[in-house]
């Protein structure tokens, strides 16, 4: 009966190795969200003096990064005291102003929203050439 033995074997192999992949996939499909303080959402910086995308929208706590995909430096500014285009600035009530000061060509800057509300900000070399976004934060629920 060597044959019956030797089936019996490979059932027994290919058994134990599904159990293991099981066990291995297991974890990894119950992490669903972004690991804590990695950025919801990326905003370019160009070469065309834009953000991009413009507005973006996230919940309290979550965290956006700007990227500067050009070759000249750029700023992420939220601060009316650094603006001569004040109709680009909007700083929520009680929230704080925001410089990120220049970002390189391939530099980033990140920051994390606490608190509810529209951000405008600009880029202080660039105000001129409208170079401005927005970052909406509400809450899920959608009650500011
Ligand atoms: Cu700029």
Redesign the pocket.
């Known amino acids: 009966m060597p044959i019956t033995v030797r089936q019996t074997s490979t059932t027994g192999i290919a058994l134990a190795a599904m159990v293991a992949m099981a066990a291995m996939t297991a974890p990894v499909s119950a992490q669903m969200s972004a690991p804590e303080g990695e950025p919801a959402i990326t905003v370019e ?1 160009t070469g065309e ?1 834009m953000f991009h995308p413009n507005s973006v929208t996230i919940a309290p706590g979550e965290t956006v990064e700007w990227r500067n995909v050009s070759d000249v430096r ?1 700023t992420v500014t939220l601060d009316p005291d650094e603006a001569f285009r004040q109709d680009l600035v909007h700083v929520p009530e009680g929230a704080e102003t925001i410089h990120s000061g220049f970002i390189e060509p391939g530099g980033t800057f990140r920051y994390t929203f606490e608190q509810p509300g529209r951000y405008g900000y600009f ?1 202080v ?2 105000q001129a050439s409208n ?1 401005a976004g927005e970052v909406i934060v509400e809450s899920p629920g959608g009650n500011n």
Request: net charge neutral.
């Open positions: 910086m003096l750029h880029c070399p660039h170079m």
